[in-house]
C-alpha cells in the first residue's frame, strides 16, 4: 500500500485554515483505531461523527449518541491517528444550551481523546458559542445546511437551501461560524451552487457533503464509501469499494465450512510435534 502524500509532521487546524483556496481538503470519519490508521495514510483531516451511532451502534438517527460514545471512539481513534487534523463531533444535547455548557464538553471531548477540534451543528445561533471556544483555546469546525441533529425540526434529510430566502440564510449562517473564528465549515446536502457561492463568500474552507465539487475539500463516512453500511446509499455516496459483499460473502464461506467440518483443517490445528 502506498501512502499520499509524505507529510513530515501532524495537520492542526491552522494548517487546514490555511488551505482555502489551495489544495482540496481531504476528509473521511473514522470510529475505530484500524480504520483511523488507514485514513490516516492518506486523508488530510479524520473526523469522529456523531453518525458513529448510526453506523457502530443501530440507532436511527444522531439524536442519541452520548459524550460516553465520542469519548470512547474518540480515544480509539486517536490511536490510529499521527499525521491528519484529528476533530470530534459534539453530540445532541452537549453544547445548545449555553457557552459555558458547550465549553465544559468540549474541553472534555479534548482532554479525554486528544483531538485538536470539535465540530457541532448550526449557524448564526451556534456563533456567539463558537467565538467563546475559539477565544478560550477550542478550535472549532461548523456544520451547516443539512444538520442531522435536527432531523425532527427540519423533517427529514432533504436538500437545503433550495429557494433564495432559504439559500442566502444558509450563506449568512456559513458567514457568521467564519467570523466567530469557525476554522473551516462542513456544507452538508445543498445545491451545488450555493455550495459553490459560500466557498467564494466566506474566508475559511469549506467541506462539503453532498454540497458538490467547488467545495475547499470533500467528506464522507468512510463505512459509507467503503460499501461496509448496509443499504444506506443517500445520491452524495459514492461507493469506491463493496466491502459490504466481501464480507459477507467470507462469512457465508466461514459458515459453510463449519457445517460441513470443512473447517479446520491441520494447518489451522495443533498436533503433538508443532505447538506453537
Ligand atoms: N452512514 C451515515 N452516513 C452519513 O452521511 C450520515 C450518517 N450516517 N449519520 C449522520 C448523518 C445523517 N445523514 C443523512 C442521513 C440520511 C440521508 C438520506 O436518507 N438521504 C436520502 C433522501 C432523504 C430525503 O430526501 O428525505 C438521499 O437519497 O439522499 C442523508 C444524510 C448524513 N450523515
Ligand atoms: C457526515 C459528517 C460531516 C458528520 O457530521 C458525521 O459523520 O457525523
Ligand atoms: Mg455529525
Redesign the pocket.
Known sequence: MSATPDRKSRLGPGDIRARKGAAPVVCL?AYTTPMAKLVDRHCDLVLV???V???MHGLS??IGVTMEMMILHGQAVARGVSQACMVVDMPFGSYEEGREQAFRNAARLMAETGCQAVKLEGGRHMAETVAFLVQRGIPVMGHVG?T?QS?NTLG????QGRGHLEADRIARDAEALAEAGAFSVVL??LPSALGQRITREIAIPTIG??AGVECDGQV??V??MLGL?AD??????KRYGELGGAADAAIAAYAAEVRARAFPTPEHSFGESNPA
Not at 156 to 159: E, L
Not at 232 to 237: N, Y
Open positions: 470519519t461523527g456523531d453518525s451511532g448510526m453506523v438517527s444522531t443539512l442531522p432531523v427529514g434529510y432533504k436538500v452538508e446536502k457533503i453532498g464522507l463516512v463505512d459509507d453500511f444506506f446509499r443517500p445520491k452524495f455516496v
